[in-house]
């Protein structure tokens, strides 16, 4: 029998009522002829409740301690979740990540999922069971609670689908899907049907909040089909998934604008081996994430180098950057905290070209000044002023039709 894994999201359970009807999709799936694992997370903002309750007693509380508390959210919600089934005349059984052996590293709040006994599940799921597993939790090998990371429960659905081999994981949540941008700021944004794991990958580090972006590397990994789609209504959703040919005559399938970015210049810095290295190693030792690096010879002994980090950084970047300036002589330090990131992302980059042109052509005739520019090979980013971000990220999105059903646009 086929098995497919459904995802509640915390709003998907906030209250009774809200697991009645996730419980009433759950039966649904049931009575089609699937065997079916739910994965849930904690009810509303639980989770948040918890951490505030937590540094009330203890600014700095232990990690293992951390872990173990969060973990019961989601505990409270399975049980309820299979108390709703039952009364709804349908066997149910909740589990813990501990009780199906959801084995992860020993990294409390960001622990990584090493293997998953699906035996237990299918047993259940064997006797005509709804197996319900707690997201976002696991045990290291000596049978400590680990958690993955916020919004970990994607992670966690994911996961379970690949072990479990399941023919889809639905991951319901409060929108219908992925949009090509951000419809808070872009009105006219459409949802997509299909989205490629890369591109998913792409958005999701570029700040579209839809999906845990380790569940979506994990989707890509273990070819699992994961569809986005609201709890609250019947739409089909988006469907993550491999490439397939027809998205590569879309030439951009979404937009995003991150505005918590600030860039750090150092100009003039010695152009001789090891700078570089020597730049990176002291922002790595102060725990900075770096962002986009661009490095370019500016003459036989100079060079210059920017790096883009989120401005919760920033004030620890900057100190590393000053003392960088001092040692290493260099002609000056610009940091920009005024600016915000626009990208598009599209695999069909990867085959047909004029998208950069079309990008920079667009933001010339809105007038945007671009700061500066970095690619991968799938993704076109431009540093702008955070005042003019979202009127620049309107007129990309008008260029590219993201307005538009990718099946309606012009042909490229
Ligand atoms: N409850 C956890 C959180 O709020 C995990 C999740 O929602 O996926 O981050
Ligand atoms: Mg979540």
């Known amino acids: 029998m086929a098995i497919i894994v459904q995802k509640f999201g915390g709003t998907s359970v906030a209250n009774a009522e809200k697991i009645r009807r996730a419980a009433r999709r ?25 951490v505030r309750d937590a540094l009330e007693l203890n600014p700095n509380p232990p990690r293992r301690e951390m872990d173990q508390l969060l973990s019961t959210g989601e505990q409270q919600t399975v049980s309820l979740f299979a108390m709703a089934l039952e009364a709804m005349g349908c066997k149910a059984i909740s589990f813990t990540g501990a009780q199906i ?51 970990g429960s994607d ?31 872009f009105k006219q ?9 890369d591109e998913m990958l792409e958005l999701a580090s570029l700040g579209a909040g839809v999906m845990h972006i380790r569940s979506v590397a994990f989707g890509k990994r273990y070819n699992v089909k994961i569809r986005v789609r609201n709890s609250g209504n019947n739409n089909p959703g988006t469907i993550i998934t491999h490439e397939v040919p027809q998205m590569e005559g879309v030439l951009v399938s979404g937009a995003t604008i991150q505005k918590d970015m600030a860039k750090i210049s150092l100009v003039g810095i010695p152009n001789v081996p090891g700078t570089a290295a020597n730049v990176f190693a002291r922002l790595a030792e102060a725990k900075v994430v770096v962002n986009d690096i661009m490095q370019t010879e500016v003459s036989p002994q100079k060079a210059n180098i920017a790096f883009m980090v ?28 005024d600016i915000a990131l626009v990208s598009v992302v599209g695999v069909g980059m990867r085959s047909q070209y004029g998208v950069a042109e079309k990008m920079f052509g667009t933001l010339a005739k809105a007038k945007v000044n671009i700061d500066s520019i970095t690619t991968s090979e799938i993704r076109i980013s431009c540093a702008v002023g955070i005042d ?12 590219f039709e993201l307005d538009k059903p990718a099946r309606q646009r012009k042909p490229v």
């Open 26 to 50: 759950v039966i649904e799936r049931k009575q089609a002829g699937y065997q079916v694992v739910v994965v849930a997370s904690a009810r509303g903002h639980q989770t948040d409740e918890l």
């Open 101 to 151: 052996r959801m084995l992860t590293d020993g990294v409390y709040s960001k622990a990584q999922i090493k293997s998953i006994n699906g035996d237990f599940i299918r047993r259940e799921l064997d006797q005509g069971r709804v197996a319900i597993v707690a997201g976002f939790q696991g045990i290291d090998m000596y049978g400590n609670v680990t958690t993955l990371g916020r919004g």
């Open 155 to 185: 992670t966690s659905a994911v996961a379970l689908a690949a072990a479990l081999k399941a023919e889809e994981c639905e991951i319901f949540t409060d929108v219908d899907g992925v949009y090509t941008t951000d419809p808070r700021i």
């Open 189 to 197: 944004a459409v949802m997509l049907d299909e989205i490629s794991y």
């Open 310 to 337: 989120g401005t919760s950084d920033l004030q620890t970047a900057k100190e590393v950057a000053e003392d960088l300036k001092k040692e290493l002589n260099c002609d000056d330090l610009f940091v920009r905290d």
């Open 388 to 399: 003019e971000v979202e009127r620049a990220l309107e007129a990309v999105c008008l260029a």
